[in-house]
């Protein structure tokens, strides 16, 4: 269930967070892996959007989506279909290597694509990304000197900082990650190479990035819908907008409800949904189909349980589609997740 | 990655075992989500089949599989598609209250369908069922009462018995059960009902279920692909035959590659997978789309990693579709994942 209502006014607030700030907005689709989504985030002034995969890209682009950054290094299985998707739209890579720099450049040449490519530099959150100094310095000048590819800037996304709990430490942690993209940047243009475009953040740090004020863009993705592992982190700013309906389907026990949503209908990596409006209830999960409720009182079999997830993109992507509904809970369309499953 | 060999080897071992023991086997198809597969194990003697939800049945039905077991307990939003599957193939159910026999036989009665229904005993799993004694008599008599349900037997699901490590521990605790469910049928038996059919057990627990002898049917489902928690528990009779293929997309550090598989391609809720092979290496979630694997050596990005699956009914509920391989390795044909997501 996707409420469409609190999905639009979390739009607006991202959109006019990034407006006030000056700084470019590109949200990441890997969320809400919808096209029909995403238009709506580019009419509300977005620059454009993140993609995971090229497999999202894909969706994406093929759905008329015009600007789309993959933020996942490429590798020569991915290359190909990301080169032919450069000839539908604008679409902007990412790499870490000189190896696949030298790769991507060849194939790039071979085909007369033009491509711009950001050096994706490592900032703390231990993932993808060449690190600061001579190393970032080499795979930049590789990226510009091959045939084909574009240096356009730099991607040094800090995803290790965007849950942690308590806001000093956040920021102190968002902030030294913003110092080494600093420091890379300057070592990089010390070799001679602009890097104009720097993208960085999540819902959890965008305003972070925006005080720091190094980058040119931010990347959230989960404000959309938000989720409980996001509703404990500032900014507060967003309403949860995401639900799974579920259906008690035996009330064996006193004071225990069970329900028909398990592991494939929500994810657990976050951790247990919460139940809406019942911040007494604890959910636990009880397999794959099922699970335990505790502190709903009195329910019978067949009633609805509307539970929240713990973290949106992973829930999502167990599903084929949303139900829509309006504040007030009337249905008003479906939508599918179009981009669903596509890892690769 | 399904290698369709070692499918096959597993397939007819379960079917061989049941065979031997004169004790009738019902594959749950929750974990492969395949009619193709379902198909297969009909063939090679399987009595019917087990859907954990009305979803995943559609699917089978509709496909044309003819004999189905809905393992989670009707509610009234999915009585009708029930009954609708009913006039289709032969569709039999379990319920676990007497309002929801009463609401299942009334619709049934109207629309003149005539329905097995299979009495959801509690056993010690602490999930659906009504526990043995005089709540039990109530609903199996409210079954036999009801117009157009016919009581057909129990399902008495040990579920908390299936991954127990310690075999002497294992026994005890499905034993228990066993018993727990011969109780229940001794006493719905003295209210003058009839219970010939008894169906339980999984991977974990078949041969203890044989072995014991009160159930007349077992329902495994994950032997068909297996994963590494079962490969942890007895019997070890079966092969591991899923695989998730992933790509090195980063070596930015000595000793760790990064590869592009992550919670949205493996399932997290039975830990971190192996890689195939490799016992020294280990694989630690990085997010969404990424993980670290520590130990594989000198890899460069691009180069393929095999991915075992700590749950494979979870990770198989991530893919539209399988690969199909041999066992050496070439690539024979796909398969769709056809009912992926039905958790309804």
Tied chains: 1, 2.
């Excluded at 931010?218 to 639900?243: H, K, W």
């Amino acid at each position: 269930m996707l409420n469409v209502d609190a999905l639009e006014r979390n739009l607006r607030r991202m959109a006019d967070d990034c407006r006030a700030a000056g700084v470019a907005l590109r949200p990441h689709t890997k969320t809400h892996k919808s096209p029909w989504v995403a238009r709506r985030q580019l009419r509300l002034g977005a620059a454009g959007v993140c993609a995971a995969k090229v497999g999202e890209a894909e969706v994406l682009v093929q759905a008329g989506i015009e600007d789309v950054l993959i933020t996942t290094d490429l590798v020569p299985a991915t290359m190909e279909r990301a080169l032919d998707l450069a000839g539908l739209a604008r679409v902007t890579v990412v790499l870490d290597s000189v190896a696949m720099a030298r790769e991507l450049g060849a194939r790039a040449g071979r085909r007369g694509v033009e491509l711009d490519v950001l050096l994706d530099l490592h900032v703390g959150q231990q993932r993808t990304g060449v690190d600061p100094g001579p190393a970032a310095v080499a795979v930049a000048t590789a990226i510009a000197e091959a045939p084909g590819l574009r240096l356009a800037g730099l991607q040094a996304y800090e995803g290790h900082c965007q849950l942690v709990p308590d806001p000093e430490e956040q920021r102190r942690r968002a902030f030294a990650s913003y110092e080494l993209m600093a420091a890379g940047r300057r070592e990089i243009e010390a070799a001679g190479l602009r890097l104009p475009w720097v993208t960085t953040a999540g819902t959890g740090t965008y305003r972070l990035a925006i005080e720091h004020g190094m980058a040119t863009e931010v990347q959230p993705g989960s404000y959309v819908v938000m989720d409980t592992q996001y509703a404990r982190v500032r900014p507060a700013r967003f309403e949860n907008a995401l639900f799974v309906l579920s259906s008690v389907v035996s009330t064996n026990r006193e004071g225990r409800a069970v329900v028909d949503a398990g592991w494939k209908a929500l994810s657990s990596d976050g951790g247990a949904p919460a139940v809406r409006d019942r911040p007494e209830a604890t959910y636990e999960f009880a397999g794959d189909e099922h699970g335990r409720v505790q502190g709903l009182g009195a329910v019978g079999a067949g009633e609805r349980v509307w539970l929240v997830p713990s973290h949106c993109d992973t829930t999502i992507n167990l599903h084929d589609g949303y139900v829509l509904v309006g504040d007030d809970g009337r249905v008003v369309g479906t939508l599918p997740v179009a981009a669903r499953g596509r890892s690769a």
